[in-house]
Nanobody
Framework: QVQLVESGGGLVQPGGSLRLSCAAS????????MGWHRQSPGKQRELVAI???????NYADSVKGRFTISRDNAKNTVYLQMNSLEPEDTAVYYC??????????????WGQGTQVTVSS
C-alpha cells in the first residue's frame, strides 16, 4: 500500500509564508508527477502546482511568482513553499502523486489534506 502524509499547514497573516510537505511511503517503484491542489468552501478543487520526475513545473496563474514547488526523490517528498500569502489562498491543500509500485502501474494517490488559513 501507498500512503501520503502531509504536514506544514496552519494560520498565517497576510504577506506571510508557509511550507507544506508531503511524504509518500510504501512499496514505491517510481513517482512520475507530484502536485498540490486546494479546495476552498463552496469551490471545486483546483490545481495549484505540479512537478514532474524531470523537474518540469507548472503553476496556477493565481500563485505564479509566490509559490514554489519542489521535490526530493530520495525522500519521495514534495514541498510547496508559499510566500506573500493572501486571504484568497485560504483552503485545504492536498498533495497528489502518480505512483507506480512493484506490482501496479501508475495510480493516483491523494494526501489527507492540510488546512491553510490566511487571516489577520
Amino acid at each position: 500500500q501507498v500512503q501520503l502524509v502531509e504536514s506544514g499547514g496552519g494560520l498565517v497573516q497576510p504577506g506571510g509564508s508557509l511550507r507544506l510537505s508531503c511524504a509518500a511511503s510504501g512499496s514505491i517503484f517510481n513517482i512520475y508527477v507530484m502536485g498540490w491542489h486546494r479546495q476552498s468552501p463552496g469551490k471545486q478543487r483546483e490545481l495549484v502546482a505540479i512537478v514532474t520526475n524531470l523537474g518540469n513545473t507548472n503553476y496556477a496563474d493565481s500563485v505564479k511568482g509566490r509559490f514554489t514547488i519542489s521535490r526530493d526523490n530520495a525522500k519521495n517528498t514534495v514541498y510547496l513553499q508559499m510566500n506573500s500569502l493572501e486571504p484568497e489562498d485560504t483552503a485545504v491543500y492536498y498533495c497528489n502523486m502518480a505512483i507506480s509500485t512493484m506490482t501496479t502501474r501508475y495510480e493516483n494517490y491523494w494526501g489527507q489534506g492540510t488546512q491553510v488559513t490566511v487571516s489577520s
